[in-house]
Every structure is written in C-alpha cells, then in structure tokens.
C-alpha cells in the first residue's frame, strides 16, 4: 500500500494522464485536487484515445474510486458532458465511480464570461487562458462569495440567495467594467437544479472518505493538473493558472495529512513545452521546435492551440524537484526526440551577461535569461516499441542518467509512446 502524488513539472501537458491511468493499476482511489477543466489529460488505451478534463484519469478502470476534491473548480455542464461522453465511448455508466466534494467550487456561466471579458481587455497583454472561467471561480472562492457543490443540498431558497448574491456582483462587473450583457439569474438557477438532479447522489465530504480509504490501507493516487512552472505562487506570474499545482496541494486541497504521502513523482517531458503567454527561456523558433511540434503532436487538448515547444530546461525542472520535494519522475515522449542528430538541454541560464542557476521570480528578469545549453548526440533509431530500459540505444540511456543526476533523483519510468503498453517502469512505489 503506498500514497503517491503525481504533479507536472513544467507549463503542463507532460503527460500526467496517461502516467496516471497506468499507475492506477495499484491503487484502488484517485484524486484530483485542483484546477478544472483548464486540464486536458489525454489517454489512449488499446488505440483508443480519450480525452479528460474534470474526471480523474484512473476512470477507465472500472473498479476504481475517482474522486474530485474541494480544490479543484468544477463546471457541472462539462462534468456532464464528459460522464456522457465517456458513458458513449466505455459503454458503461461511470457516475458510480464518482465522488465530489461538497467543498468544491462551482464555475458558472459568469465565471466563464468573465475570464473572456478580461482576456479581450487585457489585449496583446493577455494571459492565454483556456476561457473556462477557471481564474473566476477561484476569485469568487477567495472572495468568499463563491458557490459550493454542497449548496446544492442545501434547500432551494438558500441556493437561491447564494447565486444572487453572487451574480449581482458578477453582473456588476460584466455590465460596468466590461461593457458586457448580463447573465440571466433564471437559467443558470435552472440549469443548476437539473445538473443537481444528476450528481447530488454522490457529493461527499472528502476528508471522511479518504479517511475510510487509509484505514483499509488502500492506495491513493493525487492527480496534478497543470504544472509547477503554472502555479500561482512559484510559477511564471501572472502568466500562471490560479491554483496551487504543487504537490503539497495535494494534501490540503483533497483533506488528506502530509503525514500519509509516501511518494511524489513529477512527470518530466523530455524536452518542455508551453500553452498561452508567458516567458519561455528555451522556446525554438526553428525546424527543431517544428520536429518537437509535429513528432509530439504538440496541439492542446482543451483549446486545440499549438503548444511552443522548446529543449529540456534543467535550470526550471531542478527547481520543480525542490519546489515539490520529489522523490522520483517520470520521464515522457522520450521517442519524440528520435531522429534529432544532436540533442540540447539548458544547464543554466545568463542573465544580463552572468550565468545563473536559479529560477528568477520576475518575469522581466526571466525574459531577458538566455538558455545555456549543453549537447548531446541522438539517436536514430524509433524506440516506441522498446519495451525493456536497457534495449534503449545506448544515447538515450546517457540522456535519461544525465537527467537523473541533475536532478539527484531517478525516472521511476520512461514513455515511449502515448498507448499504457508504451511504458518502461522502472520502479513501482506501489508495490515495492
Ligand atoms: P497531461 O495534460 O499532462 O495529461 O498531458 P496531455 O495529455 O495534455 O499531453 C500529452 C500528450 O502526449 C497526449 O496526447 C498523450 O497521449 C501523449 N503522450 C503521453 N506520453 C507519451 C509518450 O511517451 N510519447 C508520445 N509520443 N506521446 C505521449
Ligand atoms: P494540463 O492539466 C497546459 C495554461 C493556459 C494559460 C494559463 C492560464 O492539461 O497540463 P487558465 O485557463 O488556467 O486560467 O489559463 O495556464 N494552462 C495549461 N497549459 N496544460 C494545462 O493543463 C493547462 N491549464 C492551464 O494555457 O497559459
Ligand atoms: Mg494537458
């Protein structure tokens, strides 16, 4: 029995899906812990591809618990749509599998609109967000106007005044500051009394179910969404999400002691990439960025945006590792870089003519770091079949131990394709 939280280690999109629908083989819960449906968490199983942005990704194990803990933000529309959707492709009904935290936050209908009043006002100044009203709903949650999933059990008239109270703030703003239409109080009410129809059989109190779940010594898996380079305090602000990413969230967003974690694992993409604004010390502009782009399949799974893709960023993951105190990583599309004659990955950074080792604050600062690279020799051959570590050529292997010392820690496994069989596990905290 083991605890493990999983969290991206870059600006998201490393591959924590799929690393996760492997490991939840292990373990009998999953939880998410924060974020939305910002989130896009591609699996593919047996060819076929499935696409996540609210559910855990330990869903398409049908003997699995999946839960949605009180830090994440939920739109109950997507919700739905994605138990349809995966209701379609399963052929089984998932909502069984499911439990929500009362705590939870709800993004509604003025959370979306507003996230995209202020992307259009911020103009070439924007963040890039995925418009689905994430930042918003954390607003609201902070400034504890916000609506909770548990509001739904409470009786109608206290729901009622909840949601007015919270959209005549919502459309003060929309209609003074943004010069937008107001949203319609009756069909948002309305459309909450029908989701709540559906999901109110299985809100929880997460803490206690997790407590049960520790007492029968069963394993917890934490699913991170986004990445460290995103997270609101540590990351590239403002060009962040409005979440907490870091593992230690984990714990406080899901009602869970640090005391009961044996495990954290970042998930490292072997080179990085980057949705949205924001700096992005090793970004490439040239044919390598194209092969990352086109060999990766670089495009996002929420927005369908082109990803800016870039080398492996040591001075941004070292950073991650102490940030998230991680024990292990996981090492994703290693097969993307075959074919690359030479490899490169930035050891540090200079600043204003001085070379740095750290990870600066500022965003200005963080503008103006030029990478400093070190270079490898590739490899030709296509690897996404290996399924043994050491049947890896020879350069991939020295590629994932130069990673391995930087960092002071081991890849628990290597990827080499987006399928669960295309895996390498090296060490399973789960059984070992
Ligand atoms: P997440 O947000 O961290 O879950 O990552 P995404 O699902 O947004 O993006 C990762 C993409 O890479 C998805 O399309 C995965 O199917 C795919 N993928 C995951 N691991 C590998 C791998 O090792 N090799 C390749 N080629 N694709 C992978
Ligand atoms: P997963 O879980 C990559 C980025 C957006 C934008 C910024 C703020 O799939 O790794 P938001 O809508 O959260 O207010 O947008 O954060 N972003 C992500 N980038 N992967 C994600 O999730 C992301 N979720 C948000 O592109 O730059
Ligand atoms: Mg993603």
Sequence with gaps: MANVILIGTQWGDEGKGKIVDLLTEWAEVVVRFQGGNNAGHTLVIDGQRYALHLI?????????ICIIGSGVVIDLKILLEEIDLLQKQSGRDVL???ILSDEAHLILESHRRLDQAREKQRGTAKIGTTGRGIGPAYES???RWGLRLGDLLA??????????NLLEQHNLMLEKIYNEAPVSFAKVFAELKEA????CPVIKKVPYELARCLEKNESILFEGAQG????????????????STMAANACASSGVGVTDIDEVIGVVKAYTTRVGSGPFPVELDDEIGEHLSVRGGEVG?????????????LVALRYAALLNGLNSFALTKLDVLSGLETIKVC????????IIEYFPSSIEDLEACEPVLSEFAGWDEDISAILDYDQLPENARKYVSYIEEQLGIKAMLVSVGPDREQTMIRHNPFVE
């Design 301 to 313: 799974t929420t927005t369908g945006r082109p990803r800016r893709c870039g080398w492996l960023d």
């Design 347 to 354: 050891t540090g950074y200079r600043l204003h003519g001085k």
């Design 96 to 98: 069984p599998q499911l």
């Design 196 to 199: 709540a129809a559906i999901v």
């Design 155 to 164: 009786p109608e008239a206290v729901l009622e005044a909840r949601l007015k």
């Design 141 to 143: 949650k902070m400034a």
């Design 228 to 243: 460290t380079l995103l997270d609101i305090d540590h990351g590239t602000y403002p060009f962040v999400t409005s979440s």
């Design 56 to 64: 855990p990704s330990g869903i398409m194990r049908p003997e699995k």
